[in-house]
């Protein structure tokens, strides 16, 4: 994952930790993609990280 999603900020660290900043990053991408919010990522989470919709996905990340 990485920080060309949109959303909320802050940006993530890539450090391997699933901490709070990924919980509310994942939580956010779930909603976005109307999934349920869980910040569990199952299946369809991993679907929606691979293909997101264009809505989601800011391509010119500030």
């Not at 990924?22 to 779930?30: F, G, V």
């Not at 993609?33 to 264009?54: F, K, M």
Request: net charge negative; glycine share 10%.
């Amino acid at each position: 994952m990485s920080n060309a999603w949109g959303g909320e900020p802050p940006k993530l660290t890539l450090d391997g930790v699933f901490d709070s900043v990924m919980l509310k990053k994942i939580e956010w991408i779930q909603g976005c993609h109307g999934l349920p919010a869980s910040g569990i990522i199952e299946d369809r989470t991993w679907q929606v990280l691979y293909h997101p919709a264009l809505d989601c996905y800011n391509p010119y990340p500030a």
